[in-house]
């Protein structure tokens, strides 16, 4: 009986998701890809045609996203890692987001992540082992202007993704938050919804556009041997901070806001609750 283990990723087509299930097949592992278009994982499917399976999944879609996952599972006749990669940015200020964007958005970023926990369980329970990788972002602790609703939907999915830990973990099933740094994934491009820009916030805009900069960060594969690595822990971390930048970033913003908690520490401590 093979010992390599089984990986449903999605948004497996670009970024991060292309670069984990490059090293899981590299590393002898059986994957099965999900994205809207599996085009661009032609090549992998060619060096790799025994152990690579390519789903095209719309994870908003609740029903699909069953479906693929029955699939998923009869591919190789299980499931052990599963990767919640699918995502998109929507960049504009709050204001400036339609209706239509906004639940678009999180349909994508947190609801699809919720309907692929959901489908997947089952699987995991009879199994009475399994993964679950819940990519986030370093930047849930706070929001930030332009580009809000991004961390809104992680923010959601890191909290649910804890609830859900905690619920699956008698069953054997471990879940992992991986807060991931800035990588090159084509997020702010191939991966962007624009809202229409209102003059108001013009200068706003231009300031936040300065501080991101033109680097556009490390290659994905750069972050993959972590996730590999993580993926074989016996007993994994309940989250983790991807990138060496981003860990001390994240560390500052966490002791900035511990000095702001007890600035008004005074005013807090008024009420009784």
């Given at each position: 009986?093979?010992?390599?283990?089984?990986?449903?990723?999605?948004?497996?087509?670009?970024?991060?998701?292309?670069?984990?299930?490059?090293?899981?097949?590299?590393?002898?592992?059986?994957?099965?890809?999900?994205?809207?278009?599996?085009?661009?994982?032609?090549?992998?499917?060619?060096?790799y045609?025994?152990?690579?399976?390519?789903?095209?999944?719309?994870?908003?879609?609740?029903?699909?996203?069953?479906?693929?996952?029955?699939?998923?599972?009869?591919?190789?006749?299980?499931?052990?890692?599963?990767?919640?990669?699918?995502?998109?940015?929507?960049?504009?200020?709050?204001?400036?987001?339609?209706?239509?964007?906004?639940?678009?958005?999180?349909?994508?970023?947190?609801?699809?992540?919720?309907?692929?926990?959901?489908?997947?369980?089952?699987?995991?329970?009879?199994?009475?082992?399994?993964?679950?990788l819940?990519?986030?972002?370093?930047?849930?602790?706070?929001?930030?202007?332009?580009?809000?609703f991004?961390?809104?939907?992680?923010?959601?999915?890191?909290?649910i993704?804890?609830?859900?830990?905690?619920e699956?973990?008698?069953?054997?099933?471990?879940?992992?938050?991986?807060?991931?740094?800035?990588?090159?994934?084509?997020?702010?491009?191939?991966?962007?919804?624009?809202?229409?820009?209102?003059?108001?916030?013009?200068?706003?805009?231009?300031?936040?556009?300065?501080?991101?900069?033109?680097?556009?960060?490390?290659?994905?594969?750069?972050?993959?041997?972590?996730?590999?690595?993580?993926a074989?822990?016996?007993n994994?971390?309940?989250?983790?901070?991807?990138?060496?930048?981003?860990?001390?970033?994240?560390?500052?913003?966490?002791?900035?806001?511990?000095?702001?908690?007890?600035?008004?520490?005074?005013?807090?401590?008024?009420?009784?609750?």
């Amino acid at each position: 009986m093979s010992s390599a283990r089984t990986w449903f990723i999605t948004g497996a087509s670009r970024g991060l998701g292309y670069a984990f299930a490059e090293a899981a097949l590299a590393g002898g592992e059986r994957v099965v890809a999900a994205a809207r278009n599996v085009d661009p994982l032609a090549e992998l499917a060619d060096k790799y045609p025994d152990d690579l399976v390519r789903l095209a999944l719309d994870v908003s879609d609740r029903h699909a996203v069953f479906e693929a996952v029955e699939q998923a599972a009869a591919a190789f006749g299980r499931l052990d890692v599963v990767v919640n990669n699918a995502g998109g940015l929507l960049y504009g200020m709050v204001e400036e987001a339609t209706e239509e964007q906004i639940r678009d958005h999180l349909d994508v970023n947190f609801f699809g992540a919720v309907w692929v926990a959901q489908a997947v369980i089952p699987h995991l329970r009879a199994q009475g082992s399994g993964r679950i990788l819940q990519v986030t972002s370093m930047g849930t602790g706070g929001g930030m202007a332009s580009v809000g609703f991004y961390g809104a939907g992680k923010a959601a999915l890191d909290s649910i993704s804890e609830a859900l830990a905690m619920e699956v973990a008698q069953f054997g099933i471990k879940v992992t938050v991986v807060q991931m740094g800035g990588y090159a994934t084509g997020l702010f491009t191939a991966g962007t919804t624009a809202t229409t820009p209102d003059p108001a916030y013009e200068a706003l805009r231009a300031q936040m556009a300065e501080m991101w900069g033109d680097d556009v960060g490390p290659d994905p594969a750069t972050a993959a041997p972590v996730i590999m690595e993580l993926a074989g822990m016996p007993n994994p971390p309940r989250r983790l901070i991807v990138g060496s930048r981003s860990f001390d970033i994240v560390q500052e913003m966490d002791q900035a806001r511990a000095e702001q908690y007890r600035a008004w520490e005074s005013l807090s401590r008024m009420a009784p609750g």
